[in-house]
């Protein structure tokens, strides 16, 4: 096999890709001056001093599997050439598999997300994930070279490339999931610049005058006077699980913690 093969592959998949955002995603030529934003640092702090961790426990959740994912990225291609006496650009080759795979099952991920909620996809993927990664480990070299098939562009498809098939759609399940699990709960955004805003105002504080918040953006704020706007849909009436049940109540919780003197409901007729 050519050695140069997984780069010229590469290099035709980040062509298409940026084909593909060039061609379909549009984008309005003038942007809002948005207000000012806290740091990092700053915003960090706030979600450590929050008393509801989840948003802490999440944040360090994602940190840890990207962090685990890159060193399987990074050292593959020494597996593949020490533990399996494979070729260098066939290790590339295989760990392109992974890729692909990965991206094809992107959409159904977030699909699969939705209808059976965030946390049970995202630890469905990291058991998947675990899983594939230990028979790499434990299941003998000289069965796991074996050829099972040759497909387009994927080319010799042993056993190891099915577990890392596998691992890709596995990871699909976790990444695309991570950021929506972080933006649930905060309204559908329409556009790519709709949610880039978002991102920027997770930890927006208020300026003064009225301010209009979600009660996740609400974390760590207090104001002297606070009107919550249909109170009655706390918790949500289409949570199904304990633990689902508990994050609402926290979130009941929070709303009704953010004043300092004076609390409003606003039923649904007002």
């Known amino acids: 096999m050519n050695p140069a093969f997984p780069f010229w592959m590469g290099s035709v998949l980040v062509i298409a890709a940026s084909l593909l955002v060039f061609i379909f995603?549009?984008?309005?030529?003038?942007?809002?001056?948005?207000?000012?934003?806290?740091?990092?640092?700053?915003s960090l702090r706030t979600v450590m001093q929050d008393s509801d961790k989840s948003a802490l426990r999440l944040l360090l959740a994602i940190f840890f599997w990207f962090l685990g994912y890159t060193a399987i990225e990074a050292f593959f291609t020494l597996y593949a050439k020490?533990?399996?006496?494979?070729?260098?650009?066939?290790?590339?080759r295989l760990l392109g598999q992974l890729?692909?795979?990965?991206?094809i099952f992107a959409l159904p991920s977030g699909y699969i997300g939705g209808k059976f909620g965030r946390r049970v996809t995202i630890v469905s993927g990291i058991v998947l994930m675990s899983l594939t990664m230990l028979a790499m480990f434990f299941v003998p070299p000289a069965t796991l070279t074996i050829q099972l098939t040759k497909l387009p562009v994927l080319g010799?498809?042993?056993?190891?490339?099915?577990?890392?098939?596998?691992?890709?759609?596995?990871w699909a399940?976790?990444?695309?999931?991570?950021l929506a699990a972080v933006m649930d709960g905060q309204g559908p955004c329409e556009t790519p610049g709709e949610v880039a805003a978002r991102l920027q105002s997770v930890f927006a504080d208020g300026e003064s005058g009225v301010t209009f918040s979600t009660v996740h953006q609400a974390k760590g704020l207090e104001a002297e006077r606070v009107f919550i706007a249909r109170p009655d849909l706390m918790p949500l009436a289409r949570v199904r699980q304990e633990w689902e049940l508990q994050q609402e109540l926290n979130i009941e919780y929070v709303a009704y913690t953010r004043s300092k003197s004076e609390l409003y409901f606003l039923e649904g007729s007002e």
């Open 25 to 42: 995603i549009k984008e309005p030529k003038t942007y809002e001056e948005s207000e000012k934003h806290p740091g990092m640092l700053e």
């Open 173 to 178: 399940l976790i990444n695309i999931n991570s």
């Open 156 to 170: 010799v498809v042993p056993v190891l490339g099915v577990l890392l098939m596998t691992a890709g759609a596995a």
């Open 82 to 92: 020490n533990h399996l006496g494979l070729e260098e650009a066939d290790g590339a």
């Open 99 to 103: 890729s692909l795979i990965f991206v």
